[in-house]
């Protein structure tokens, strides 16, 4: 897949001094999530950035990469890195070029099996803090307050979208995320609740995306 796994120095050695002169300009509130409904949703109108988003799912593969896809999409097909830290799934690399990924830009970047969830902690906030990425994406599943926070602080070190994908068992537990996106089942159908929003109000409403926007990756 694009480059495939790479050893995570090469990657933060090689690339910070390429990403450096991206933010000279500063850089609009929010990154459209390429789902307008949602976009009106948030106070920014998309993800915020240089910060950190946690979605929270019930289960793996409940359609969290449909979510940031187009966000995703854009930036490869534009020549921006994005990163995977530790995806708990081999991606299907057919399927992501089918979504618009642009594999040349996508980096998975693996952790040491004896390192654990520790280190995938510690490789997720070094790529977000690098400049190295526009978007890293984690599965932070056994981060406390602290460890969520020097992740928020990566972010905004990096200027780079964070999403981290957490199980739902976590939404009642405070958090330093700009903003938290849960995934819940309402009386009619399946969808995406925001339960914090850095800026603004927290939406009454729920955004529920379109039919066709698939659910593994």
């Given at each position: 897949m694009g480059t495939g796994v790479v050893p995570l120095e090469s990657l933060l050695s090689a690339r910070t001094v390429w990403r450096a002169g991206h933010h000279a300009a500063p850089a609009p509130l929010g990154e459209s999530t390429g789902f307008a409904a949602l976009d009106a949703l948030l106070?920014?109108?998309?993800?915020?950035?240089?910060?950190?988003?946690e979605l929270l799912i019930p289960v793996e593969g409940v359609?969290?990469?449909?979510?940031?896809?187009?966000?995703?999409?854009?930036?490869?097909?534009?020549?921006?890195?994005?990163?995977?830290i530790a995806p708990p799934f081999c991606p299907y690399a057919p399927a992501w070029q089918r979504a618009g990924v642009?594999?040349?830009?996508?980096?998975?970047?693996?952790?040491?099996?004896?390192?654990?969830s520790r280190g995938a902690l510690w490789a997720f906030e070094q790529c977000l803090r690098s400049a190295a990425f526009s978007a890293?994406?984690?599965?932070?599943?056994?981060?406390?307050?602290?460890?969520?926070?020097?992740l928020q602080v990566a972010a905004d070190t990096g200027q780079c979208l964070g999403f981290a994908v957490r199980d739902s068992r976590h939404a009642n537990n405070p958090s330093p995320a700009a903003l938290r996106i849960e995934r819940v089942e309402d009386a009619v159908q399946n969808v995406w609740r925001v339960r914090k929003c850095r800026g603004g109000q927290v939406p009454s409403?729920?955004?529920?995306?379109p039919s066709h926007a698939g659910s593994r990756g």
């Amino acid at each position: 897949m694009g480059t495939g796994v790479v050893p995570l120095e090469s990657l933060l050695s090689a690339r910070t001094v390429w990403r450096a002169g991206h933010h000279a300009a500063p850089a609009p509130l929010g990154e459209s999530t390429g789902f307008a409904a949602l976009d009106a949703l948030l106070p920014h109108g998309g993800w915020p950035h240089g910060a950190l988003t946690e979605l929270l799912i019930p289960v793996e593969g409940v359609g969290e990469l449909a979510l940031m896809m187009p966000t995703l999409s854009r930036m490869t097909q534009a020549g921006q890195l994005v990163a995977l830290i530790a995806p708990p799934f081999c991606p299907y690399a057919p399927a992501w070029q089918r979504a618009g990924v642009d594999l040349r830009y996508l980096e998975i970047v693996q952790t040491n099996v004896q390192a654990g969830s520790r280190g995938a902690l510690w490789a997720f906030e070094q790529c977000l803090r690098s400049a190295a990425f526009s978007a890293v994406l984690g599965w932070p599943s056994s981060a406390d307050g602290p460890a969520l926070r020097r992740l928020q602080v990566a972010a905004d070190t990096g200027q780079c979208l964070g999403f981290a994908v957490r199980d739902s068992r976590h939404a009642n537990n405070p958090s330093p995320a700009a903003l938290r996106i849960e995934r819940v089942e309402d009386a009619v159908q399946n969808v995406w609740r925001v339960r914090k929003c850095r800026g603004g109000q927290v939406p009454s409403q729920g955004f529920a995306p379109p039919s066709h926007a698939g659910s593994r990756g």
